[in-house]
């Protein structure tokens, strides 16, 4: 039996993480002298009713080797005999590094997987994997679906300020954006080579920006053909949804999600963010 564990800036719906058993290490939103841990201590909803107005800043924290050790232990209770573990890009965290660490003392075999990207990046990977060992796949051809499917995916994000992404330290290749006017809207990309942020464009208002969010997000797709797409938002459901409306019109994917962007990957994008995450299986 294969355990599949995660941390929480994947951005899987809770009721996906249910069906396929699982197990999340959440990250840590420290705020002042407070530690939250992520979507177990705060939910998305508390983070953003707390963001808007608050004159400090939160930051993330990563887990920690015994927070992993605790989830291995977890799957091994669970009948694992052997774990394959991914995390958000390590070109914007160090837990992938304290991932590696923390399997150094198992005696079953294990791998830890560079997702290479943030939210439904690692989130679609995470899926696959899990659905490749309910479909009975072994241990190197579901590292092998992970790995196809991080080549297939396109994650684009439009915000609607600067201001959090320059706060948040996460700003990678778009660095080059520092000190343009917080009244811009940015839209970033991921590399998912490189698994760090890269600037696509500034516009001046709300509808440019998502416009351009849904033009450059099916472009960039290898295929529009069974397409399996995640919208994630910033507190921002109605958004969300009607883009979900125009995407079910206009291409019909196999399989499209919503979710709440989570506490740690808020603290980057802000209130109102708007994501397009997914990927063709052709």
Request: hydrophobic content about 45%; glycine content about 8%.
């Amino acid at each position: 039996m294969i355990g599949i564990i995660t941390d929480s800036t994947c951005d899987i719906p809770e009721e996906l993480l249910q069906q396929y058993g699982i197990i999340v290490v959440p990250q840590i939103v420290v705020w002042g002298d407070e530690q939250f841990r992520d979507r177990v201590d705060m939910t998305p909803d508390e983070f953003y009713q707390k963001l808007i107005g608050n004159p400090i800043h939160p930051h993330s924290s990563m887990p920690s080797t015994q927070d992993f050790e605790e989830a291995f232990d977890k799957a091994i209770a669970k009948g694992a005999t052997e774990l394959i573990i991914l995390t958000i890009s390590s070109a914007m965290s160090g837990t992938y590094e304290i991932a590696k660490k923390a399997i150094a003392s198992l005696k079953i075999r294990a791998e830890v997987v560079d997702s290479k990207g943030p939210t439904m990046s690692l989130g679609w990977q995470v899926l696959a994997a899990a659905r490749a060992r309910e479909a009975g796949a072994d241990f190197s051809n579901i590292l092998n679906q992970i790995n196809q499917v991080r080549k297939k995916l396109t994650l684009i994000v439009a915000m609607e300020t600067l201001d959090f992404l320059q706060k948040g330290g996460r700003i990678g290749d778009a660095a080059k954006w520092a000190g343009t006017l917080l009244k811009v809207k940015p839209l970033v990309k991921i590399n998912h080579n490189t698994g760090s942020v890269q600037p696509i464009s500034l516009v001046r208002t709300h509808k440019a920006v998502v416009d351009l969010l849904y033009r450059k997000f099916f472009e960039q797709l290898t295929s529009v053909n069974n397409l399996r797409i995640a919208i994630l938002h910033g507190n921002a459901l109605a958004n969300a949804e009607a883009l979900a409306e125009r995407i079910r019109t206009e291409y019909n994917p196999i399989e499209l999600l919503i979710n709440t962007t989570g506490p740690v990957l808020g603290i980057n994008t802000g209130p109102g963010a708007l994501a397009l995450c997914g990927y063709s299986e052709d």
